[in-house]
């Protein structure tokens, strides 16, 4: 059985070492062999402080909500390190990781899903004090009726169930669930994709004023770049299960260094109709590759109108580029500079696939 290793203590709430999460591929009904694996995190390293809020995008497969459910250790590891709070939690067994548990909570993406349909809105925010032998009898009901005060529902609705509140209302109960034992670290993954406009601007302050209330550290998983600008301190970009930009939100979204993080900012959409018709957007080409057998080298090579031939040999790490300070990272051999556009690069492309096209015999 694994030891409870304590780490030193700093500003670091969770430090991720080198992390991967690879979900083997079998064949056969009798005797199944695995025949290869989907690399789903394949050695990511990052770090979140506490208080702050960390935001983690890149588009669907990249390994986000994966990575996240290996934080929380919903996942077992492939390999790897978490440390949680100072604590190593990437071996631990589940009775032992029972107690670390308390310190980080998940809120879940679909508020319908996510919610038990034949059970009470009390006792589903109130299994986690249950389990934890928490409070009981009329503390426990108590407790969960102030968590639902602190969350903007009505404590009275205390007996209803889930299909009696709309989705903003589903995802406060989520949100509840979440604060039950008081956690350090909640790890949001997509927590409004799923929900209309207007109840995101409101579930997002929510979250924001609890930060704020109870001193909480977040991941932030999400798609829309404009969510993850207004709460994020600093910001992750993810492709095919590899961090490939770490920066503070500004110098992320100012100066993008990675062709990706090009690409995904200038998809964006832009309120102001001036800046929308002045701005270009970046359109890949191809598609995304399998995580099953990946490229060589760098992962985005396929689709980037920068690569050439080194990148296919070689795998850029994750530093600072163009004088960068150390908190801005970028896994690029080729970065965008102040003031460069992709477009250049990417017509350069068109341009060869059209000569070859036109050199090819019919």
Request: net charge positive.
């Amino acid at each position: 059985m694994p030891e409870l290793t304590t780490v030193s203590r700093d500003d670091v709430m969770v430090r991720v070492e080198n992390v991967r999460k690879y979900f083997p591929i079998k064949r056969g009904i009798f005797f199944k062999r695995t025949i290869g694996n989907v690399k789903a995190v394949d050695g990511v390293s990052i770090e979140v402080k506490r208080g702050e809020t960390l935001g983690l995008v890149g588009e669907t497969g990249c390994g986000k909500s994966t990575l996240a459910r290996c934080i929380t250790r919903l996942f077992p590891l492939t390999s790897g390190t978490i440390v949680l709070d100072g604590v190593d939690i990437s071996r631990l067994s589940r009775r032992r990781m029972r107690p670390n548990r308390r310190g980080v909570q998940m809120i879940f993406q679909d508020p319908y899903g996510s919610l038990n349909p034949r059970r009470r809105v009390g006792a589903i925010i109130g299994d986690a004090l249950a389990i934890h032998n928490v409070a009981r009898g009329q503390e426990r009901k108590k407790q969960v009726q102030d968590l639902m005060k602190v969350v903007g529902l009505n404590p009275e609705h205390y007996n209803r169930f889930p299909a009696e509140f709309s989705g903003g209302q589903r995802q406060r109960i989520g949100v509840a669930r979440a604060l039950a034992l008081r956690p350090k670290l909640i790890v949001c993954d997509e927590p409004v994709s799923a929900l209309d406009v207007s109840i995101q601007a409101q579930i997002i302050n929510l979250l924001e004023d609890l930060q704020g209330e109870f001193g909480l550290t977040y991941v932030f998983i999400a798609h829309n770049l404009s969510v993850v600008r207004h709460v994020s301190d600093r910001v992750a970009v993810m492709y095919l299960g590899k961090v490939v930009e770490l920066a503070d939100r500004n110098d992320l979204y100012y100066k993008p260094r990675h062709p990706y993080t090009n690409a995904l900012l200038s998809a964006t959409l832009e309120p102001d109709p001036d800046k929308a018709r002045s701005s270009r957007r970046v359109v890949l080409t191809g598609d995304v590759p399998s995580p099953i057998n990946p490229p060589s080298g760098c992962r985005f090579r396929t689709r980037c109108p920068k690569a050439q031939a080194i990148c296919a040999e070689q795998e850029p790490e994750l530093v600072p580029r163009l004088g960068d300070p150390d908190t801005h990272l970028a896994a690029c051999h080729f970065p965008v500079a102040d003031g460069e556009t992709l477009e250049g690069a990417q017509q350069q492309i068109v341009h060869a696939v059209e000569e070859f096209v036109a050199e090819t015999p019919a």
